[in-house]
């Protein structure tokens, strides 16, 4: 559990410049934060506009008179008076009346030895003593040691919002502020009030109350933030899973794409192949017979222009009974006919509707009262 010193710190502590607070301005929501910090962080905004709180984003509008026009939280800064005069309080302070009348000479000035809540200052045990005994009433002095902190934040007394000289002494039930006897004579005097201290203590433990049911619900909202930091763990180990999958699935459809890729390409060198072979055959065939009749023509020519007519009777026949065999054996009719090869693809508007690697489920998991 954090100590009352740190909570302390911790509340005189700006959430936006992270320094003690200056001027600390209370929001609706009852954050604070200091004005120059508020007029920072909203310089672009003009009275009127709807703003959010820096820290829970609740909205609300700037006052009319500007950002300086939003409640000045008192209890803040009762805080941070306190802070600084205990931040002084482990090293050794002058008393600040003997600091005064020295005139700078060389006499060793008294330590303060104690702390004036009305006056605001740090005295000596000497210089204490007429605060003790004031005509219009005792000031209040409490020693400068280590509570000092609490009792100063328990002791000092609230100036009034309107009357700056008056402190606040009644609780107006009507109008819910803390008002001055001026104040409850000149506007508040028809209505419901009490004396501070009185209302304090009936209004503790309905404070205590919403405390308790608000730390209760603290834990409540830990274990849920706890719950959803573990869920979304899960959530990215199963969808890490989940990817490597498909990944696995896409990869053995490639592979079926890949193979029945390679079959078709198969079967078409095989078409190429034989297609070739008979090309080949033909060629072959006609080749020969060319090269013998294109021989039998040459030889013939030479008979019948250069032989002697023994020669053309010696030779008649058997010239004769071979151009038969060459003419009987025709190759004209010996055609290649090349096949006409064709390839159809699958039709991708219907493959597009098809699922070829598979599907993702999801399962929202959502239960009454959960997002």
């Excluded at 954050?31 to 709180?53: M, N, R, T, V, W």
């Excluded at 209890?75 to 700078?104: N, T």
């Excluded at 990215?236 to 990869?251: F, H, T």
């Excluded at 098809?354 to 959502?366: A, D, E, F, R």
Aim: aromatic share 6%.
């Amino acid at each position: 559990m954090a100590t009352a010193a740190s909570v302390t710190t911790d509340l005189t502590t700006c959430p936006i410049c992270l320094d003690v607070f200056d001027n600390p301005k209370s929001l609706p929501c009852l954050h604070a934060f200091c004005l120059k910090c508020l007029q920072g962080y909203f310089k672009d905004k003009c009275p009127g506009d709807q703003i959010s709180c820096p820290l829970c984003r609740k909205d609300f509008g700037i006052p009319p008179d500007g950002l300086g026009g939003l409640q000045h939280h008192f209890f803040v800064q009762q805080l941070v008076d306190a802070r600084k005069v205990f931040s002084e309080e482990f090293r050794e302070v002058p008393c600040v009346v003997c600091l005064e009348e020295s005139d700078g000479s060389s006499e060793e000035i008294v330590a303060a030895t104690t702390f004036c809540v009305d006056c605001k200052q740090k005295l000596c045990e000497r210089c204490s003593r007429p605060h003790r005994r004031w005509a219009g009433g005792a000031h209040q002095l409490i020693p400068l040691g280590a509570e000092m902190e609490q009792e100063l934040i328990h002791l000092r007394a609230s100036a009034c919002d309107k009357h700056r000289d008056k402190q606040v002494e009644l609780y107006c039930h009507q109008c819910k502020e803390n008002i001055c006897l001026m104040c409850f004579a000149v506007k508040h005097r028809n209505h419901e009030s009490g004396e501070i201290p009185e209302v304090a203590e009936n209004l503790r433990p309905r404070i205590d109350d919403d405390d308790k049911q608000i730390v209760t619900t603290i834990g409540d909202l830990r274990h849920l933030l706890d719950q959803s930091k573990q869920g979304l763990c899960e959530f990215y180990s199963n969808a890490e899973s989940v990817e490597k999958e498909i990944y696995q699935a896409g990869d053995e459809t490639k592979q079926l794409v890949d193979k029945q890729t390679s079959e078709l390409v198969s079967e078409l060198q095989t078409v190429k192949s034989e297609s070739a072979k008979e090309a080949e055959a033909v060629q072959d065939r006609v080749q020969l017979a060319l090269v013998a009749m294109e021989s039998f023509h040459a030889y013939s020519r030479e008979l019948l222009d250069k032989g002697r007519p023994s020669d053309v009777t010696r030779c008649a026949c058997e010239l004769h009974d071979r151009a038969t065999e060459l003419l009987q054996n025709d190759v004209t009719t010996l055609h290649f006919r090349p096949r006409h090869v064709t390839f159809t693809p699958a039709d991708v508007t219907q493959l597009s509707g098809l699922n070829l690697v598979g599907k993702v489920t999801v399962n929202s998991g959502h239960e009454p009262g959960t997002i």
